[in-house]
């Protein structure tokens, strides 16, 4: 998963009344199935898909990365022994399998970056600790007045500060200074954009200031730059901030960073039967960073989505299923980004849904559904018509299993963003990154509050040993689930005829149920190792 924005999430009550009314979601009828029928087969796969079997291609992918530095991101050996490793495993299971190969822009820093405050009061700041390269930095080294730009301290109680997101920010900008903006709203990218046309010779980026967004972070700058980005705490850039209101601040920056383009590959699979105008696709992506092997993000969504393709390989289906492993996801959803732009409006419409996994094992997990229709009010608005379907459908399965769960934005960090640009339904399952669990959530899954859902998150420990079991098995399931069901019948989604309303109104009739509940939900098993 790409870095990052806060994950928000609301509380789901569980009742005997919203179990009952959320199966109605799952069993509706269509016109080709039995109202019963329509849920057999992920009912089947759900049972036949272990967290055993899962655990076999993660312990794949973390040998395959040992094998090759450490890692498994794109550009690099790593990634390609994963893609082939996929790839074979499917094509011998009997899936119509081919490779997707494009560009991208490959980073890789040479040396951590480094930060000292000349002027007043030297300090030298630690290098990858309390200073952090951005993906596609520029390499070099400048000294230079610290110029704050629209920053706000104390931080806003909630994210929202628009520090460099407008040219009009560095109006009386002196060229050759190094601007300090601060994280929120826009994209680091446009603020790096607008800081280097301001005369930039580098750019400080500093954590925005609530909670989960304090310390010392590096996010993706999505394209090459020729002038340093480093990242530093809310604390270290408030402090810079108060110390330019009171004179002159200089200091140093240093990186050593290495850019060029390179080849990597999208792994696309799919049923040889099943309607080719109606395909259920589901997707997450394969790389890792290049800091580590990645297997909770995200060898966990992609060896649950191979296993269940392995299972499912034998089974009649009536829609298509088109499974995607995603290169180049941690440098900017740029294996997604290319598929769906290489697809005709035609090629879009035969698209039903897409479902993305993305981190299904965080080890202080929390149970995350995407928030297809924005009744959580967290601000990313709804998915595309058919999205609150696909959630309603997922947090009943939860519900049929006594399993509480919560919504999380479309956030735009994972590859659901460029099928949800164009129009296709979306949704999908995700159990935090860097994000903080709350005591409420603590209390309904088990773990620990006060510390990161992955505290391995994009880093040299993201290994066998960063993956929670419970919720790699309780998700596996819910993977197996709703690609069987829609491997079958689409109606809720695509309103096909009476079926379609149908599910749709039972859908609403879950959710309301789930909401009006009063029964406290029992925690569920976890393992926070």
């Known amino acids: 998963m790409r870095v990052p924005t806060v994950t928000g999430a609301r509380r789901r009550s569980v009742a005997v009344l919203a179990i009952a009314a959320a199966g109605s979601v799952a069993i509706a009828g269509t016109p080709a199935y039995a109202a019963a029928d329509n849920t057999r087969l992920g009912d089947k796969l759900a049972r036949e898909v272990t967290v055993n079997g899962v655990n076999r291609h993660l312990i794949a992918l973390q040998r395959i990365a040992e094998q090759n530095g450490g890692t498994r991101a794109s550009g690099t050996p790593g990634y390609d022994a994963s893609a082939k490793y996929?790839?074979?495993?499917?094509?011998?299971?009997?899936?119509?399998?081919?490779?997707?190969?494009?560009?991208?822009?490959?980073?890789?820093?040479?040396?951590?970056?480094?930060?000292?405050?000349?002027?007043?009061?030297?300090?030298?700041?630690?290098?990858?600790?309390?200073?952090?390269?951005?993906?596609?930095?520029?390499?070099?080294?400048?000294?230079?007045?610290?110029?704050?730009?629209?920053?706000?301290?104390?931080?806003?109680?909630?994210?929202?500060?628009?520090?460099?997101?407008?040219a009009s920010d560095f109006a009386g900008f002196t060229a050759g200074s190094i601007a300090l903006v601060q994280r929120g709203t826009c994209t680091f990218e446009i603020k790096a954009t607008n800081a280097q046309a301001a005369g930039a010779s580098a750019v400080i980026i500093f954590n925005e200031g609530q909670p989960g967004r304090t310390e010392p972070f590096a996010g993706?700058?999505?394209?090459?730059?020729?002038?340093?980005?480093?990242?530093?705490?809310?604390?270290?850039?408030?402090?810079?901030?108060?110390?330019?209101?009171?004179?002159?601040?200089?200091?140093?920056?240093?990186?050593?960073?290495?850019?060029?383009?390179?080849?990597?590959?999208?792994?696309?699979?799919e049923t040889p039967g099943g309607r080719a105008d109606n395909v259920v696709m589901a997707g997450g992506h394969l790389d890792s960073v290049l800091e580590g092997p990645g297997i909770n993000d995200n060898g966990t969504g992609a060896a649950a989505l191979l296993e269940v393709g392995l299972k499912l390989a034998d089974e009649r289906v009536k829609n298509k299923v088109r499974l995607a492993f995603w290169g180049a996801e941690e440098a900017g959803l740029l294996g997604s980004e290319y598929y769906v732009g290489q697809l005709s409006f035609e090629q879009q419409v035969d698209i039903a849904l897409y479902l993305n996994f993305d981190m299904i094992g965080s080890p202080n997990f929390a149970r995350f559904v995407y928030d297809g229709d924005d009744s959580d009010a967290m601000g990313a608005g709804a998915g595309p018509?058919?999205?609150?379907?696909?959630?309603?459908?997922?947090?009943g399965y939860f519900d049929s299993k006594s399993l509480p769960s919560e919504g999380t934005d479309f956030s735009g960090r994972s590859?659901?963003?460029?099928?949800?640009?164009?129009?296709?339904?979306?949704?999908?399952?995700?159990?935090?990154?860097?994000?903080?669990?709350?005591?409420?959530q603590a209390a309904k899954?088990?773990?620990?509050?006060?510390?990161a859902y992955d505290p391995c998150y994009h880093s040299v420990c993201d290994t066998l040993g960063n993956v929670n079991r419970t919720a790699l098995n309780q998700n596996s399931d819910a993977v197996a689930f709703a690609i069987g069901r829609y491997a079958l019948d689409t109606s809720d989604i695509n309103g096909v005829g009476a079926a379609g309303a149908k599910a749709t109104k039972s859908a609403k009739a879950a959710k309301a149920a789930r909401t009006l509940a009063t029964t406290k939900a029992a925690p569920a098993a976890a393992d926070a190792a």
């Open 86 to 166: 996929v790839h074979d495993k499917l094509a011998a299971a009997g899936w119509d399998v081919e490779y997707q190969d494009f560009t991208f822009p490959f980073f890789e820093e040479n040396a951590p970056a480094e930060l000292e405050r000349v002027s007043p009061q030297p300090r030298v700041y630690t290098p990858g600790e309390e200073v952090v390269t951005f993906e596609f930095s520029g390499s070099g080294s400048v000294t230079g007045a610290v110029v704050p730009v629209d920053t706000q301290v104390p931080a806003p109680a909630t994210p929202g500060v628009t520090s460099g997101c407008e």
């Open 220 to 269: 993706g700058l999505g394209r090459p730059f020729t002038i340093p980005v480093v990242g530093v705490s809310y604390a270290d850039g408030a402090e810079l901030v108060g110390l330019a209101a009171a004179g002159p601040v200089t200091v140093k920056v240093t990186t050593d960073t290495f850019s060029e383009d390179r080849t990597t590959r999208n792994v696309i699979a």
């Open 385 to 395: 018509f058919g999205s609150a379907q696909i959630e309603d459908l997922f947090t």
């Open 415 to 440: 590859d659901y963003g460029p099928f949800i640009a164009v129009g296709i339904p979306s949704g999908g399952l995700f159990t935090g990154a860097e994000g903080i669990k709350t005591p409420e």
């Open 445 to 451: 899954y088990g773990g620990t509050a006060g510390i």
